[in-house]
């Protein structure tokens, strides 16, 4: 078991271009969730999939930021026009249904 | 959502010392789990505990559901233990919400 993976680990954009990251859960969890974790925010919540439907949107950023999970071995997390504030770690979760969370290394998006 | 206050916000030990970390939160709760994150690191699960008490190794875990309280008790503590703990509760099939984190630094 390779846990959640996230790739890429570390991504530099310029300001204004597209950023997509990629997690791919734990074989056979049901649910997939995204977090963003900063110095000043700390780990907010973005997004949530359960059996990939999209259940929980609210701490998604509308206009720039997208996510999908077209199947259950992977989802994207979509930036349209990056900006500096959106410099973070981002996070992905898997979890098993109402059980235990995992979490992946994480993703450092730097925009410059 | 879930308002989630984790106390207290820094902590500094000596090593060997023991720690008590204290989570409360605003609704009830059917999912808790305290992660462990060193600096740079990933969120390591340390605990999954919705309500009772969990024990591994140094490390204990107390959930009282019906009070929204959680905590989590290191004994004597190791450099090693240094870093930011945090506590997650949820409700059913929805998302986790954060607490801040507590800072724990362990000096030889």
């Known amino acids: 078991n390779a846990g959640v993976i996230q790739t890429p680990r570390h991504k530099v954009t310029g300001k204004g271009q597209e950023a997509t990251l990629w997690c791919e859960p734990i074989?056979?969890?049901?649910?997939v969730f995204w977090y963003r974790q900063t110095i000043v925010q700390g780990l907010e919540f973005l997004t949530y999939?359960?059996?990939?439907?999209?259940?929980?949107d609210s701490g998604m950023p509308k206009e720039r930021f997208s996510a999908q999970m077209p199947n259950q071995s992977h989802s994207t997390l979509k930036i349209q026009s990056t900006q500096p504030q959106d410099s973070a770690v981002y996070l992905c979760?898997?979890?098993?249904?109402?059980?235990?969370?995992?979490f992946g290394k994480g993703t450092r998006l730097t925009v410059v | 959502g879930q308002q989630v206050q984790q106390s207290p916000a820094s902590l500094v030990l000596q090593e060997g010392e023991n720690a008590e970390l204290q989570c409360n939160f605003s609704?009830?709760?059917?999912?808790l789990q305290w992660f462990y994150q060193h600096p740079g690191g990933r969120l390591v699960s340390l605990f999954y505990?919705?309500?009772g008490t969990k024990h591994t190794g140094r490390l204990t875990s107390t959930t009282v559901t019906n009070e929204r309280r959680s905590s989590l008790h290191i004994s004597s503590s190791q450099t090693t233990d240094s870093g930011t703990y945090f506590c997650?509760?949820?409700?059913?099939?929805?998302?986790?919400?954060f607490g801040k984190g507590t800072s724990l630094t362990v000096i030889p």
């Open positions: 979760a898997s979890s098993p249904g109402q059980a235990e969370v995992f």
């Open positions: 074989s056979g969890h049901s649910a």
């Open positions: 999939f359960r059996n990939q439907a999209p259940i929980d």
């Open positions: 609704s009830t709760a059917t999912r």
């Open positions: 505990n919705p309500s």
């Open positions: 997650a509760p949820n409700t059913g099939y929805q998302n986790f919400y």
